[in-house]
């Protein structure tokens, strides 16, 4: 109730015409107070009438009366000011600034209830009721409050547009279809919305229908998507096991091998140990022996010297000296050999089922062919950043920028030995394979650049990319394109550009190229099969200087 009170005492103190509190109240004649600005905007309006009226209780006053303001009134909503308290709300029945006003009502607006097309007013509950009481006002079409009804009025005729030209699509009056639309296929506005209902019925049919069958596949999705992940999570942890497996079996191969030269590297060292103390004393006797033929030798007595040495010149052969006898081995190198050998064909192995497992895994595709991206923004969805394998470059190129750039310089690089390597023409694969969809991008630099994409195989380091059929290259060089695989060269137009995209669908068979800018424009296209993991890959012409340089995405 004390609530209320200060709602009822907020509105004795609030402007009528505003509806907030007063700001620097007046009084007029008739004992009603206003804003000073409202009822001064108030009674400009009513200048041209001579009469000035209060919005109230519409008392006249003639000449417009002087204003002054109400200094008791307005300490007194300072006051209220004060208190931090706020103008009551508005009554839930006028309208407000969103609303629908009722065309009726005077001073404070009532929310309109209902609008009339035929009376082409809106009415608040009170003065709707003539419609509902009145025989002739039962047959006007009522419908939910709107602000738009004088859009029903002919803005030529100043008519009710009650038909509908089918001829030029829009509502018109009675004298607009004998007039500039006469001859024109016209009917009633009522029989048009019939016809037009039917067909947003049947729209929004379809759209449900839709919607319907959008939520079906959406949950087939969700299911699917489930079932992927459990089905990779479950590859996951067996390859986990399976490798682990492996690494365990090599370890386990790697102690044996440690255990075994270990072993036999105690065995023989503990034979030599054993001849070698049995050597020992045999030396000791001989070096006592070697002592008295070196006495004898000295001996200036020839008598002496001859008596002496028959006993001291003879000595017995050692039993063990034909034991000693060390095999021209290389000792344990040959077993590092032998380990390499191993470690080589497990490469090798490795390598080539290495490829069937990620073809295998590309191989997992369970939505059909998604349509190939058309915008930029599409193509970043898949985008792959590339780094170069040094040990596939040619000695002449200098890698750089994490191994995303390449130059040909003069010095040849000091690049260790690798089958991979290219060595008669300057190109450089990438490190990552390629299988799925991706996206890259390559900025030209100086000189000549072909942009490829090639299997890594070693038969073919000696051979241009695009001149056999395991290779394609887009080459962009003095504002032309050029196409070549399989030693075919084929000429492309189309806007010159320092960047081209390159966009790969693996198990689709789709490798495009684009010219990038502003715009994408599409450059070459191939469908075909590929068989293995691709690699992107730069050649650079025989040009000091030439550079390009794969594109790092944010």
Known sequence: MAQKGVQLDLETFSCSICLDLLKDPVAVPCGHSYCMNCIKSFWDEEDEKKIHSCPQCRQTFTPRPVLVKNTMLAALVEELKKTGLQAAPADPGYAGPEDVACDVCTVRKLKALKSCLVCLASYCETHLQPHYDAAPLKKHKLVDPSEKLQENICSRHDELMKMFCRTDQQCICYLCSV??????????????????????????????????????DVKVLQQ???????????AVENSEK?????????EKRSSGVKQQIRSQQKTEVSQVKELQEKLEPEINELKRKDAELKQLSHTEDHNQFLRNYPSLSGFSQSTDSSSINIRPLRYFEDVTAAVSEVRDKLQD???EKWTNILMTVSGVDVLLQQPEPKTRAEFLKYSQEITLDPNTAHTRLLLSEGNRKATLVKQHQSYPSHPDRFTKWCQVLSRESLIGRCYWEVEKGAGGVSVMVAYKDNNSVNEKCGDNDRSWALEFYKNRYEFRHNNIKTSISGPQSSRVGV????????????SVSETMT????VQTTFTQPLYAGLWLYWHVGANAEFCKFQ
């Open 242 to 250: 399976i490798f682990t497996e492996l690494i365990h079996l090599i």
């Open 503 to 514: 966009y790969l669908d693996h198990s689709a068979g789709i490798l495009s190229f684009y």
């Open 349 to 351: 192995i490795l390598t």
């Open 179 to 216: 007039d500039e639309h006469k001859g024109h296929d016209t009917v009633s506005a009522a029989a048009e919305r019939t016809e037009r209902q039917r067909e947003l019925d049947l729209s929004r049919q379809q759209i449900q229908q839709r919607i319907q069958d959008r939520e079906r």
């Open 522 to 525: 599409l450059l070459h296209r």
């Open 224 to 234: 699917e998507a489930e079932i992927i992940n459990r089905s990779a999570d479950k």
